[in-house]
């Protein structure tokens, strides 16, 4: 009975004092790929960068973000009403579970509620965007 009791009593302590962070994956790609550009709270740079932060941009284009990520954007982007222009290279050495990590931190953090995206979702989004170039 001691030994149940103590056994309960560890569960209840471990489940109380571990910190559950579904996105920290994510969120450390995002601090070495990312933040540097886009802010660590997503808030992007001015007019230079756009955010990532509530942005309808993210929303609308779920199934691109694979192809963003990965091989860079340019030419002009409309994000939150505001025309960005600038830039942005790929990151062609993730692979496709750091990129669905990366999309699902940046769809649950910031005040987003964009869903969660899955690996294969992933690795279909980049097939396709590999056969367009």
């Known amino acids: 009975m001691k030994i149940n009791s103590l056994l309960f009593l560890f569960v209840v302590i471990l489940f109380f004092t571990c910190d559950y962070k579904p996105y920290s994956q994510g969120q450390v790609l995002y601090d070495f790929h990312c933040s540097n550009c886009h802010m660590a709270d997503g808030s992007g740079l ?12 993210l929303k609308e284009n779920q199934k691109e973000l694979p192809c963003l990520i990965k091989n860079g954007v340019k030419g002009p982007m409309t994000v939150n009403g505001v025309v960005f222009d600038t830039e942005m ?43 367009a170039k």
């Open 46 to 57: 001015k007019q230079l960068i756009p955010p990532l932060a509530k942005a309808d941009y």
């Open 89 to 131: 290279a790929g990151i062609k050495t993730l692979n496709d579970i750091q990129i669905n990590n990366i999309i699902n931190y940046i769809n649950h953090s910031w005040g987003n509620d964009f869903g969660d995206s899955n690996v294969k979702d992933v690795k279909n989004a980049l097939e396709h965007c590999n056969e």
